[in-house]
């Protein structure tokens, strides 16, 4: 049982700032990768950064440049800086966990979503 509770969305206007978080709870043996997807209304849910074990992060050519993926002192938590918003990041945005609760057991753990809305 491994769950994930985000926080950080709100509306932003153009060219600000936002700053995501999630925090995992429950038995976690080990985590291979944490990232953040996002849906906008109408759209199937992309990708939007992902940061593996090793620290490795990548992002989405849409985003690339302007969010940053980073892991935090707490191992079980994850955030999305996001710089230069545009209205096209409206979205909301989930976090997701994938790792092992045992040697053999592994999980893939979502969030609920937060709103993120880019508007003036």
């Known amino acids: 049982q491994v769950q994930l509770v985000e926080s950080g969305g709100g509306l932003v206007q153009p060219g600000g700032s936002l700053r995501l978080s999630c925090a995992a709870s429950?038995?976690?043996?080990?985590?291979?990768?944490m990232a953040w997807y996002r849906q906008a209304p109408g759209k199937q849910r992309e990708l939007v950064s992902r940061?593996?074990?090793?620290?490795?992060?990548n992002y989405a050519d849409t985003v690339q440049g302007r969010f940053t993926i980073s892991r935090g002192n707490a191992e079980n938590t994850v955030y999305l800086q996001m710089n230069s918003l545009k209205p096209e990041d409206t979205a909301v945005y989930y976090c997701?966990?994938?790792?092992?609760?045992?040697?053999?057991?592994?999980?893939?753990?979502w969030g609920q979503g937060t709103q993120v809305t880019v508007s003036s």
């Open positions: 940061i593996s074990s090793g620290g490795s992060p």
């Open positions: 997701n966990i994938m790792g092992s609760t045992t040697y053999y057991t592994s999980f893939n753990s």
């Open positions: 429950g038995t976690i043996f080990r985590i291979n990768a």
